[in-house]
């Protein structure tokens, strides 16, 4: 069975500055998909940012980038330009290929200094 | 072009009382997961249904838990004669019938037993 991890259980970064959330998982499978979600304190799950196995590229959004490491099995978060919207819960998750359940770490709370 | 919904968002039942959770998916979604999040825990897979089937339930409980998803209305968790250790957060997610699409998820219902 899959598993993924999180190392981290909080993180803090100051506002502005760049804060890298890690994440490492296993399995045999080749074909994958990799996730993190943003849960505030509204409880919404929020997606951030997806990863294909496939895609040696690196997905960014805006300020939100990823670095893949396929053969090292990690998955880690950079948040650059921190702001204080960015506090909350993120959960790194792995989904095999195929309509399959989501896999989630248990978590990194993340807290933003003013 | 509502999201996911479900209802109610907190529920409070006594031990020995049943809870019921409605997921309503988004539109033209016909895949649901439900998930539970105990506190401090990330998501923990339950069951995975298409319209009138279960296509995966190893992730819930084998007694006093039950899922549903019938032809028309929304998708139904149950849990009978809940105890103090169902507390948490249930959250439901929906998805296309094509595989690699996202699963959007709701809002979760908190349940409370007391």
């Known amino acids: 069975a899959q598993t993924v991890t999180q190392s981290q259980p909080e993180m803090s970064v100051q506002e502005a500055e760049t804060v890298t959330l890690s994440c490492t998982y296993d399995?045999?499978?080749?074909?994958?998909?990799l996730f993190w979600y943003k849960q505030p304190p509204s409880r919404q799950m929020i997606l951030v940012i997806r990863q294909e196995a496939y895609k040696q590229q690196n997905a960014t959004e805006n300020r939100f980038s990823v670095n893949f490491q396929k053969a090292a099995k990690s998955f880690s978060l950079k948040i650059s330009d921190s702001q204080l919207g960015d506090a909350a819960m993120y959960f790194c998750a792995y989904r095999s290929e195929g309509n399959t359940p989501l896999v989630f770490g248990k978590g990194t709370r993340l807290s933003v200094i003013a | 072009n509502a999201g996911v919904m479900q209802n109610p968002r907190h529920l409070v039942r006594r031990r020995g009382q049943e809870a019921r959770l409605r997921c309503s998916p988004m539109?033209?979604?016909?895949?649901v997961y439900w998930y539970r999040q105990l506190p401090e825990e990330g998501l923990k897979f339950m069951v995975y249904l298409q319209k009138e089937n279960i296509i995966d339930e190893s992730g819930m409980p084998k007694e006093r838990f039950s899922a549903e998803f019938p032809k028309e209305g929304p998708s139904i968790l149950r849990i009978q004669q809940v105890v103090r250790g169902d507390s948490a957060a249930y959250f439901c997610?929906?998805?296309?019938?094509?595989?690699?699409?996202?699963?959007?998820f709701g809002p979760g219902t908190r349940l409370t037993v007391l």
């Open positions: 539109k033209g979604h016909s895949h």
């Open positions: 997610a929906s998805s296309l019938r094509l595989a690699g699409n996202e699963q959007f």
């Open positions: 399995t045999s499978e080749s074909d994958y998909y």
